[in-house]
């Protein structure tokens, strides 16, 4: 007689935090813990959790053991894999003894009992010591269970737990009464054409979402509430889909998008996958948002993507025969606005070398460099950069302007903004000084020994 025939739950898929099974002909959704377990701490590779006073280790798939009741002497708090011996170290302290909770000399009340794979007590955590046998010095449990245990202020370094213990597929809480129960049961698991449901998730917005496979490979996603009738259809792509119920759906050995990498220059990577470019968030390798047409003919592509200050993202389009653009997309990747900037420029938003010459930014031509500020030239433009940090500060007017003049001294200002000093060919002077923008606001008129003090430079090459 099958399971399904003895009124017990037939598994169909377990990932996520519901599951989905079959039962009477019935789909059936259950909730793995919905009999909820006490969880005394769940830090570290497995949880330790109580009901009725029974004892359970649980690893992150919800397989289970029962721990071996002992004496009732001891509060059990932490477990770990034992790194030392085999099976399961379990913290505890004296729950009789309080006062050695600040005693060094009875371990700050902390001890280790050892349990099997199985659950079963085997004894306590003993160490040798010129042939004495004592209890374990408790500052070496410290980096097991991650916890200072001696009130120092610190977690001592030492020998840690690891995760090679393979629980499964016991499920000790759940024979006991804590373990799933059942969401709602509706449908037809036996319904003929070749359809199936294969996968369950909650929804964002209540109910469930449900995925149907067929045997030719076609596939469509429904949203069902809590009783299981259909209320919508679900669009996206197969890959968006193994995201939402973290699965391999299409066999291929991946869960979600195959991306192939574009740029992982910045906070943000661009990659492509089926035919779509998807904006990574480098610190989580999560997927940010998905757009465009990555097989777009024309010549034209997108080689570089960065975070925006104003919000959404900045893309560098490159075409083949050298033209470039820059656009202002949102957070789906719909284009808001172009972006009218020198190349130079745009590598240093981009932090990459966009025309490869080597270089990111201005090939910079030094003017002078005596102050706090520095001048120099690049791409027919004049560049004031921070010695401090390198960095342009900004960038402004026409370096190749004819009729004679030209700057050759920057200084900041010291109501804000900058002084520039120009000098003619016939050895004519004048200063201007402009805003941080690089936007003239005023003459400056002083004497030519007065401009040396504020440009800390010999401007009439006197020696002086």
Known sequence: MSNEENNEIVEIESNGDFHLGKRDGNYVISDPNSVRLDFLETNGFYSFATADDVNYVLDENGNSIRLEEISSLYTLTNVEENPFDDGFLVLAYRNDKPEWN???????????FKFDINGQHVGSDIVINNNHATPRPGVQYEPIFGLDLNSDGQVASGTGS????????NRHHADDGYGSSVVTTFGNANRGGGWSITQVEESESGGFELFWAHEDGRFQAHKVDDEGNKQSA?????????????ADLDGDGIIGFNLSSVETNGEYNLATASGFYHIVDESTGSIVTTFGNANRGGGWRITQVEESTSGGFELFWAHEDGRFQAHKVDDEGNKQSAIHRTLAEHELVFEADLDGDGLVGFDLSSVETNGDYSLATASGLYHIVDQSTGSIVTTFGNANRGGGWSITQVEESARGGFELFWIH????????????????????????????????????????
């Open 102 to 112: 600040s005693s060094p000399w009875f371990n700050y009340n902390n001890f280790g």
């Open 234 to 246: 679900i669009r996206r792509k197969l890959a968006e889909h193994e995201l939402v119920f973290e």
């Open 162 to 169: 690891t995760k090679t213990a393979d629980i499964s597929p």
């Open 425 to 464: 060919e016939n050895g004519r002077t004048q200063v201007q000084k402009i805003d941080d923008d690089g936007n003239k606001q005023s003459a400056i008129h002083r004497t030519l020994a007065e401009h040396e003090l504020v440009f800390e430079a010999d401007l009439d090459g006197d020696g002086l």
